[in-house]
């Protein structure tokens, strides 16, 4: 082989070398980071003052230290019996708001660790949740900071039904995610549906209901759906009852 060919075969090899390594930086641009985390990226860029080179920085260090994270499956018991804690804690809030949200912040410490994620703190295990649950994570945070505030009795009971209300969004996650335990998909479904029926019309998921509060369901992918969808209906009937005293205590 001449020495012309030599030198266009490595010439060639460089290019192709160029190339593979712009299209990977490419992929692991600011776009990508943008993408990946969505809302999240938005609010680390906003933590940083608007330096988007710091905010990527750092959303780039938990895809290190997490993205390689698997999710555990639930068992059908552990799925059943955080369904009923979710629905304790609905039933509490009428009377006892805060104790209710300082438990439900305690059930999601503990679902996410049974689910895989970091146990051993709350800031790294929200740090991996916000890898994996990006659109979810900051309800999370919500709640555990009204946590706080509601021990020092400085949350009211709206900011406490609205922490609640926001971080029932993870909790579904955590609950439906079927891919991880190998199933079809159709509980992430059903958990979704209910939420957009909460959302959008607030009475299809709540018509069909006895008035029990949702407690006498039978299974933990059809009862829970059912309990949980009745948050909104009990934290404003909570609401209602705490603007009736107010009016009757001013009269």
Do not use: C
């Amino acid at each position: 082989m001449s020495t012309g060919w030599i030198i266009t075969l490595i010439v060639a090899a460089v290019a192709v070398l160029v190339l593979a390594l712009y299209l990977g930086s490419r992929r692991k641009g600011p776009h990508s980071v943008r993408r990946r985390f969505g809302p999240e990226y938005e609010r680390t860029v906003a933590q940083h003052n608007g330096d988007t080179k710091a905010a990527e920085k750092e959303l780039r260090e938990r895809l290190e230290r997490h993205g390689d994270l698997r999710v555990q499956p639930l068992t059908p018991q552990e799925r059943e019996q955080y369904a009923a804690q979710w629905a304790a804690v609905q039933e509490r809030f009428v009377d006892a708001p805060a104790e209710a949200v300082a438990e439900a912040d305690r059930l999601l410490s503990r679902l996410a660790e049974a689910r895989g994620f970091p146990g051993d703190g709350y800031d790294e295990q929200v740090s991996a949740l916000s890898v994996h649950h990006p659109k979810r994570v900051q309800g999370y945070r919500e709640m555990h900071a009204v946590a706080v505030l509601g021990r020092e009795g400085q949350a009211d009971t709206e900011r406490q039904r609205e922490a609640l209300v926001h971080a029932r969004a993870l909790y579904e996650d955590l609950m439906a995610q079927q891919s991880a335990d190998g199933g079809t998909g159709r509980g992430r479904e059903e958990h979704d549906g209910g939420r957009h029926r909460d959302r959008h019309d607030g009475h299809d998921g709540r018509d069909r209901h006895d008035g029990t509060g949702g407690t006498g369901g039978r299974g933990h992918h059809d009862g829970e759906p059912r309990r949980s969808g009745r948050l909104t209906e009990k934290l404003h009937a909570s609401r209602m009852l705490h603007r009736h005293d107010t009016s009757k205590g001013k009269a």
